[in-house]
């Protein structure tokens, strides 16, 4: 296990992924009954942009050091800088909260969190990170195991952040298998696998078996900050979204079009949103 989060933390592929993530949980919350809220990749919960990795590669200052100043940020960004910004002091950019910490913001004393993350040092960062929190739980454990331990969840109301790091070639593949196991065993879990967009043709496969997945609906949500073709690495990043409730859809029509205006780093940003799985 060489991937530490530390080292992307807050960059653009984090600014997409975290403030749709909040967005998700917001519009599950218009309800009041509880809901349970699965991170099963959860790296730790909070990022020194200054420290030895995140301010090695900088990468954050591409990704919410871009939204940091600006006025004009649309929707639910604006919630998503402030939440940051909640965890800065003054004007200075200095720490960047991971999706636990992001999540356990927005937390109501009815919900709940479980927490999975296998780096030893990881985990035991983020036990001792929630140790006083009793609507949270941490386990070390295989993320990917989540769904057969946990769901179906009592609260019967799920959200499941579905975020490998995505080392081994056969990742894509395990997080088709879990979604599938999630889904089989409470069918309205709303689920977000992010995944990286750098090869275009393990994705044209990867998009064909989450159509193929028997899955109620599945969005997908992609933020290309370089032209797909571009070998320097990471490209852009994507979400699919199963179960999405309204009107995530209409809400990202607004705000993918500025993230790809503003995260695009060389050549014009792009993005995709469309159904894959029971489209409306
Ligand atoms: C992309 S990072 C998570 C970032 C975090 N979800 C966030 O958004 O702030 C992926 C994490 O998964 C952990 N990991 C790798 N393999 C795992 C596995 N099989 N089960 C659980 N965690 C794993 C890594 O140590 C790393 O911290």
Not at 40 to 48: I, L, N, P
Not at 129 to 148: I, N, S, T
Not at 195 to 222: N, S, T, W
Request: charged share 25%; glycine share 6%.
């Amino acid at each position: 296990m060489n991937y530490r989060h530390s080292y992307h933390a807050g960059n653009h592929a984090d600014v997409l992924k975290h403030a749709l993530l909040r967005r998700l949980l917001e519009l599950m919350q218009r309800k009041d009954t509880p809901l349970c809220y699965l991170d099963s990749h959860a790296g730790t919960a909070f990022y020194d942009l200054q420290g030895e990795t995140a301010g090695k590669t900088g990468e954050y200052q591409d990704g919410i050091g871009r939204l940091w100043q600006r006025d004009d940020l649309p929707l639910w960004l604006n919630d998503f800088r402030a939440a940051v910004a909640g965890h800065n002091t003054a004007d200075e950019l200095r720490y960047y909260p991971g999706s636990p910490q992001l999540i356990a913001d927005l937390l109501r004393p009815q919900d709940r969190m479980i927490l999975s993350e296998l780096h030893p040092v990881d985990a035991e960062t983020l036990k001792q990170y929630f140790a006083d929190q009793e609507q949270v739980a941490v386990h070390q454990r295989d993320g990917y195991q989540l769904p057969k331990a946990f769901l179906p969840v009592a609260e019967k109301r799920a959200l499941w952040l579905l975020d490998p790091p995505f080392e081994q070639p056969d990742e894509l593949q395990r997080c088709i298998s879990a979604l599938q196991i999630a889904i089989q065993r409470m069918r309205q879990t709303i689920i977000a696998l992010w995944y990286p967009i750098k090869d275009q043709r393990l994705l044209r496969d990867f998009y064909q078996q989450i159509a193929d997945a028997g899955l109620p609906k599945a969005l997908r949500v992609e933020l290309n900050i370089r032209p797909a073709d571009n070998q320097m690495g990471l490209n852009g990043s994507g979400l699919i979204l199963v179960n999405p409730p309204w009107p995530i859809w209409e809400e990202l029509e607004q705000v993918l079009p500025w993230l790809a205006r503003t995260l695009a780093q060389s050549g014009e940003g792009s993005y995709r949103l469309d159904w894959l799985a029971g489209e409306p």
